[in-house]
């Protein structure tokens, strides 16, 4: 867990859109791009202070764009101890996946139905800037990208409450994602990206939504949500070594 805030600057050449509006409206949204990006780590403290200086903003502007971000469930405002991004535990991982699917779904069936030709048009822009990251090795605006890919899906679903839900979803998913990725690390998203779009701008349904689902599998395909597979209780990680040693009286297990 982190405990230090990283210094949130804009990196060059990533294809970040610029951030615009109110100056509570800038923070969330470096937070928020942060978080997609995996450069804040689940549980890292958010001081307002150290906010404050890194912005060049006040302390209530700061709190204003936290507070934004906790109502998406992003980062966990904790009274009287500051605030902390987001640490989903297991149950609540599964959850959060279940729920992205049905949104997903949703998006998938509207986006056949909805989505203009600019539109199509601006998301092979994005899987192509998705692409074009991972190759230079810039993995963490790759991962933004992919991001941003899914809520501009929401966008072409016409559906405004859909966005706004899966706006939260995108990025908690970015938090579990930074929490319970195991093995490899790789990344493939465009080519699914891709066919998906493929399948919207063919106006099939059925094959859009097989292809979401598909890649959701692969996301979850890679995430270690085994909640005995890890422990901090020394008891428990070297219990079968306790009861060696108990079925085998005088013998120490650290011995072996």
Known sequence: MNEQLQPLKKQP???KSSHSGTQDDIVYAHIFDAILEQRLAPGTK???????????VSRTIIRRALSRLGHESVVLLRPNRGAV?????????RQIFYARR????????????????????????????????FSRGDRGAGIRLSGEFHLKLAEAAKNAPLVSFQRSLVS???????????????HCSYDEHNQLIDAIEARDAVKAVSLMMHHMDHIDSKLNLDEESASDDLHAVFSHLLQ?????????????
């Open 85 to 93: 991004v987001a640490s989903p535990s297991v149950e609540e991982a």
């Open 46 to 56: 958010l001081s307002e202070e150290a906010l404050g200086e890194i912005f060049g």
């Open 172 to 186: 908690q998913t970015s938090l579990i994602i930074a929490q319970y990725e195991s093995g490899s690390r790789s």
């Open 244 to 256: 060696t040693a108990k079925k085998k009286p005088g013998r120490n297990p650290a011995s072996r």
């Open 102 to 133: 049905m949104v997903e779904r949703a998006i998938t069936e509207l986006a056949v139905l909805h989505a203009t030709a600019e539109q199509l048009v601006e998301l092979r822009q994005m899987v192509q800037d998705e692409q074009a990251c």
């Open 13 to 15: 050449g990533t294809g």
